[in-house]
């Protein structure tokens, strides 16, 4: 960074939202721009620096100096500048651009890419997949992710048109956790029940037709966690083929629960149970 404030071979005080560098980060809220490009806008400094640690390509940084009030933050862009192009945009522009309130001043534009369905697992030994067939929000899709990242899971499953984990609304959900997951995709789920089987995980279904309550449930060391869309859940046959068929009970009024937050209580369950001071 100069004595300006400015990074060198910059574009510099993007003051215009006719900018195309605008216009572009604006076309990347949309899902088939996104999947076109193979692209996605990540906000905020977590996000952005998970990105760059993961190896994912990025594009381009987009900075509002004026914005930026850490110093760490400041050297981290400094240091990535060598390799990659810097943007520097005005704090209105930034602020007009940001998915957040009180931006912290670093946005950049990311290469996106899936991980293999056929390499996402080891062959033998504990290991955790989370599936999730058609679970629509994307919002619901990043803290599922970042919640297996806490837990320890090999991956997420990506079953039907489920969301998009390059949204930026998952990003900024999973706290950039997406970047360090191995997120995949299959068809349907025939395709996913045979993937399971090819790689001996037996399927824990999540319904509230479920025969085993919680904490009742007794997991296989190599497990797929089933969860269906936020509507409609899983479907009969779905529940009828899994090899566990897990409940959450529970009192009161409510007639089920987020799945966001019912995929967080089965894999802390799961991860709990697997724990050596269990």
């Known amino acids: 960074m100069n004595g300006e404030g400015t990074w060198t071979g910059v574009s510099t005080d993007v003051s215009s939202t006719a900018n195309p560098i605008v216009k572009r980060v604006r076309s990347l809220a949309q899902r088939k721009h996104r999947q076109r490009e193979a692209a996605t806008v990540v906000h905020g400094i977590q996000p952005v620096r998970q990105a760059v640690e993961a190896g994912f390509a990025i594009e381009c ?23 990659v192009r810097v943007i520097t945009v005005t704090g209105d522009v930034f602020r007009r651009l940001s998915d957040r309130d009180g931006p912290a001043g670093l946005a950049a534009i990311v290469g996106t890419r899936y991980s293999s369905p056929d390499h996402l697992v080891p062959d033998a030994g504990p290991v955790t997949v989370i599936a999730l067939d058609r679970i629509g929000n994307p919002g619901n899709l990043g803290t599922i992710v970042r919640t297996a990242d806490a837990t320890g899971a090999a991956a997420v499953l990506l079953v039907g048109n489920t969301a998009d984990p390059f949204d930026p609304v998952a990003i900024k959900a999973s706290m950039g956790a997406v970047f360090n997951v191995p997120v995949a995709r299959l068809p349907d789920l025939p395709d996913f029940f045979g ?4 790689r001996d995980l037996a399927v824990a279904a999540t319904s509230a037709r479920g025969q085993d309550p919680l904490w009742r449930t007794h997991y296989p060391d190599r497990l797929a966690l089933l969860l269906g869309s936020e509507g409609d859940g899983l479907d009969e046959m779905s529940v009828h083929n899994a090899d566990v068929s897990v409940a959450i009970p529970m009192v009161g009024t409510a007639e089920s629960l987020n799945v966001a937050v019912a ?9 709990r149970l697997r724990r050596p001071d269990h």
């Open 195 to 198: 993937w399971a089987r090819e």
């Open 61 to 83: 940084l987009i900075v509002a100096p004026s914005l930026l009030s850490s110093e760490s933050t400041r050297e981290f862009v400094d240091a990535q500048s060598a390799n």
């Open 263 to 271: 995929a967080g209580v089965l894999m802390y369950d799961v991860w």
